[in-house]
């Protein structure tokens, strides 16, 4: 699966005629992708975290700090 903003970017390198505006919005397309895929990923360790200390559920303390942790993060209550 190719990349599609490293693809505008080496088609730029290639010596292809790629505009500014072009760049530009190639380079705010792939900060929100990867803003995306953090909060994706940040979600769901956060969910991982939840589910494990309620696995170890010998700390209710603990468990309660994930879950709160979790749904202020992902704003689900």
């Known amino acids: 699966m190719k990349?599609?903003?490293i693809e505008v970017v080496k088609r730029w390198i290639a010596g292809e005629?790629?505009?500014?505006?072009?760049?530009?919005?190639?380079?705010?397309?792939?900060?929100?992708?990867?803003?995306?895929a953090a909060r994706d990923a940040t979600h769901a360790h956060?969910?991982?975290?939840?589910?494990?200390?309620?696995?170890?559920?010998?700390?209710a303390d603990n468990t309660a700090h994930w879950v709160k942790w979790y749904e202020e993060l992902t704003n689900e209550k």
């Open 3 to 5: 990349n599609e903003y």
């Open 17 to 36: 005629e790629v505009s500014i505006e072009a760049l530009k919005a190639n380079s705010d397309a792939a900060r929100a992708a990867y803003d995306a």
């Open 46 to 59: 956060a969910a991982a975290r939840t589910a494990r200390a309620a696995a170890n559920a010998y700390d």
